[in-house]
């Protein structure tokens, strides 16, 4: 871990020399961080404070704009469903029964079936060359999926868009954790999912433009289908030119600067990239409490999620609004999100715990569902700002993937949690749609019900986490102290950069804790490829 000292003039933060060092043998399982480490040949042996604000401002600049929009794309395609559900996709393909549901949970049953794979891709191969390759390839699926006019059809495009999406989520979360400090993280997470919310207002705006389209030689949804995936298509070969691999491969970065981009992350704890499948790693996923805690809070989330996003143009409709107008009234809804999510970033940094942010946020989601399952029907007015409260649901979402991310380490070990919490999303939202039917209209009862139940759930596993994740800290401590380091560590991960500057945040918290921080870099184990179960400097976060 970099060493922050305040300075008189300038804080230098100092990288310990026998990292740079070409004798320094590595193990072979090292990570990929530590070996560029090893062998870069300019003199890095400090760097300032402003030279690192300077690295994160152009990662700022460069990657975070690719994933926000990478997101986008996905949930605009994904969403294209729900847009098209007012324009009589029903009568135009044919569909019956239950098949409209089908096709919104058939994209899950891809999604969840990828994931392991997924995740080995997400160890062995490129990121950036992963995430260019799947927004190709989902893209085309979406403008073939314009030439379909029936159930059968529809359902087989459906699950290739999924199996290709399959990859978005997994590459952002794995690109967060390499490009950002733990601390940085939260909100950035918080900001490529409220693209689920831009979605939402720019899909309503696209649906109500091309919607308006009228022509004998294609159905509305057609149009809308091809209109969508010709744009991703495009933005594919954007990103395939202009998106890195690793902070050591970014042609954006001097070599000074990749050094730093690869320094600042030590404080993490956990690893960068391998490109090494560690079947140990795999081993201790499964065998990891947390894995479970996780996968069961995403759950509980997804499934009102997965039913809200398929619905929730038919239940506003369902109001007493026109086809039109419940596409005008689903731009708030998109516009609700982004703020939710967004001020739950802002909020968890403040208060240092993402899980009182997911308890806080489920609250007006409950009001919300209470209100649309109570208020009469002629009260229009009510049930709309109800289903406004519901849309605060997506602040948790976010939550879940940057409170599992910043609390599992090891390079193989990241991206089967990963995988598994995935797999937990798209268990959440093949089942989410099945709870609801068009002959459920115009109360959607038995749908919001049990949303309104899995809300409580959230809740309550949020709090249990937190309580475990107290209990591991206290377990590391005690590690530590019978290795004969402090008790208790600073982690500078999760402090803003201001307060590492300063000095301020480490005082305060050696002061009430009696203790010292723990410079020694001899055994830091922060660029290698170890889990954080193994790991007894790492420390988790609430």
């Not at 199996?163 to 939260?186: H, K, L, S």
Request: charged fraction near 15%.
């Amino acid at each position: 871990m970099a060493t922050n000292k305040p300075a008189h003039h300038e804080d230098v933060i100092t990288v310990a020399p026998d990292i740079n060092s070409h004798a320094q043998p590595l193990p072979r399982k090292a990570d990929k961080a530590a070996k560029f480490l090893a062998t870069v040949n300019e003199d890095v042996s400090s760097f300032t404070y402003e030279e690192e604000k300077k690295v994160l401002r152009k990662i700022d600049m460069r990657v975070l704009p690719i994933v926000l929009l990478a997101y986008f794309f996905q949930q605009l395609d994904k969403s294209s469903l729900s847009y098209v559900s007012i324009f009589g996709l029903q009568t135009d393909a044919h569909l019956h029964g239950k098949q409209y549901s089908w096709l919104g949970s058939i994209l899950y049953f891809a999604q969840l079936v990828m994931q392991p794979l997924v995740a080995f891709f997400l160890v062995k191969l490129p990121t950036g060359k992963i995430l260019a390759a799947a927004i190709f390839l989902w893209g085309s699926s979406l403008c073939i999926m314009a030439a379909c006019t029936n159930f059968p059809s529809l359902l087989g495009l459906r699950f290739c868009l999924g199996t290709f999406e399959a990859f978005i989520a997994p590459c952002c979360v794995a690109i967060t954790q390499m490009w950002w400090r733990r601390g940085e993280q939260t909100f950035r997470t918080g900001l490529w999912n409220a693209m689920n919310g831009v979605t939402a207002i720019v899909g309503s705006l696209f649906t109500y433009g091309l919607g308006s389209i009228h022509t004998d030689r294609m159905f509305k949804y057609q149009i809308i289908f091809l209109f969508c995936g010709l744009l991703t298509v495009v933005y594919s070969i954007i990103v395939f030119l202009v998106m890195p691999d690793s902070p050591m491969e970014g042609k954006f970065l001097s070599e000074r600067e990749k050094v730093i981009a690869v320094e600042r992350l030590r404080a993490n704890q956990m690893g960068i990239i391998s490109r090494q499948w560690r079947w140990d790693h795999v081993k201790e996923t499964f065998l990891d409490p947390k894995t479970y805690l996780w996968f069961l809070l995403i759950v509980a989330i997804s499934i009102p999620s997965g039913g809200i996003s398929t619905f929730g143009n038919l239940i506003v409709k369902d109001f007493g609004y026109s086809n039109f107008q419940a596409i005008c009234f689903n731009i708030p809804f998109g516009a609700i999100q982004i703020v939710a999510i967004v001020l739950g970033g802002w909020a968890a940094g403040k208060l240092k715990s993402k899980g009182w942010v997911i308890v806080i946020g489920c609250v007006p989601t409950v009001i919300g569902t209470v209100l649309m399952l109570t208020v009469p029907r002629h009260n229009k007015g009510v049930l709309l700002f109800g289903y406004y409260l519901v849309s605060c649901l997506a602040v948790v979402t976010p939550m879940v993937y940057a409170w599992q991310a910043q609390n599992t380490a090891g390079d193989t070990k990241r991206k089967c949690t990963s995988g598994v919490v995935f797999v937990g999303m798209c268990t959440g939202n093949i089942i989410g749609p099945q709870l609801y039917s068009p002959d459920q209209a115009p109360q959607y009862r038995p749908g919001l019900i049990s949303n309104m139940v899995l809300f409580v759930i959230v809740g309550i596993i949020s709090i249990l986490i937190m309580i475990y994740l107290k209990f591991l800290n206290r377990y590391h401590g005690r590690l530590r102290e019978q290795a004969g380091k402090s008790t208790n560590r600073v982690d500078e991960s999760m402090m803003d950069k201001s307060e590492v500057r300063t000095g301020k945040a480490v005082a305060m918290e050696l002061e009430e804790a009696g203790q010292t921080p723990q410079n020694d870099l001899a055994d830091d184990k922060g660029l290698d490829d170890v889990t954080d179960l193994k790991n007894e400097d790492f420390i988790y976060v609430y």
